[in-house]
């Protein structure tokens, strides 16, 4: 009962014609299984999945806990997320099976939320928003990107949980732990950007803890696909909270602007309070980081090195992580 997707990215700098994910397959074939689909011959691929609650809600749509019950199901409990995104026009469609097919290009690596299905949910306005899927949807259709569950929550959570806490050394994380998700969100950076993709938007709100406690790096919604022969972009996008200064400046941009996320993360754990990460660090009062070790302050300041050209590479950082965490 399912099918494929090919990803038509109209606007993207490469375009992979070839590559293909679970779920739908989105050219006007996809319309003929759709209206399959809805006239009941074929069981619905939401089906398969049995909402619990919502986990929460955003610019993008809606986020589910949900069951699964498919036929190949392995356990008794097999739980997942699946994030709802309403789209009515051609360009939001792009953009979610964009997302998509980035998400399918990291399937199996280490520290990055996986991936496991795609596809348009059938509803009883299907049917109407097929009629004029080639143009402007105004029934609408709900694009369902299914992703693992990580019962942690996420490094947002740790932040608050320790800006509640009573001021003193206890609040403090231990550095290694620190470093130990740090070396996690750099190994998920190596892998993202060895299959020539951008996150552009690594914040603690997007970096999730699974049921061990280990990093998966999720939420791709802005990621970006590169063309093998150029590694750098323009396009302005991001928080504006966690992104890197030559993307602020509306300058080309590659691989560094992950790693200046990756630096606001580490020090918002350190300090563990949501911190304006833009300010320059000689600006950050000294007496806030005393109580780490120096080479993890180093690390620091490598990561939110201004100069992008400067800032630490993925491979340097885990290096110097795996030094200090062997030591």
Request: aromatic content about 8%; overall charge positive; proline content about 4%.
């Amino acid at each position: 009962t399912r099918g494929t997707f090919v990803v038509r990215r109209e606007a993207e700098e490469s375009v992979d014609q070839s590559r293909i994910v679970k779920g739908v397959e989105v050219t006007r074939s996809s319309i003929d299984w759709l209206k399959v689909a809805n006239a009941g011959v074929v069981k619905p691929p939401q089906e398969r999945y049995k909402i619990l609650k919502r986990l929460g809600s955003g610019a993008f749509g809606n986020a589910f806990l949900a069951e699964y019950h498919g036929a190949d199901k392995k356990g008794e409990s097999e739980m997942y997320v699946i994030k709802k995104i309403p789209v009515k026009t051609l360009s939001e469609v792009n953009d979610t099976l964009v997302e998509a097919n980035n998400l399918s290009r990291l399937r199996g690596k280490k520290y990055i939320c996986e991936f496991k299905e795609a596809f348009f949910e059938s509803t009883a306005n299907t049917r109407e928003s097929l009629k004029s899927f080639l143009g402007s949807m105004d029934a609408g259709l709900n694009f369902c990107i299914v992703m693992e569950y990580c019962p942690q929550g996420t490094l947002l959570d740790v932040i608050k949980a320790g800006a509640n806490e009573r001021k003193g050394e206890s609040r403090n994380l231990p550095p290694l732990k620190i470093i130990r998700w740090v070396w996690q969100i750099a190994q998920a950076l190596k892998s993202i950007h060895n299959a020539k993709l951008l996150h552009r938007d690594l914040k603690p709100s997007n970096v999730f803890l699974d049921q061990d406690g280990n990093i998966k790096v999720g939420d791709f919604g802005i990621s970006k696909s590169l063309n093998r022969s150029n590694s750098l972009t323009r396009t302005f996008v991001g928080t504006k909270l966690y992104m890197a200064p030559e993307v602020a400046k509306h300058k080309p941009y590659g691989s560094a602007c992950d790693v200046w996320g990756l630096g606001c993360i580490m020090l918002e754990l350190m300090l563990k309070n949501d911190v304006n990460s833009r300010v320059s660090l000689d600006k950050i009062d000294p007496k806030l980081l005393k109580h780490y070790p120096q080479p993890v302050v180093d690390l620091l300041f490598g990561l939110l090195e201004a100069d992008d050209e400067k800032r630490l590479g993925v491979d340097k950082v885990i290096s110097m992580a795996d030094f200090m965490l062997a030591g």
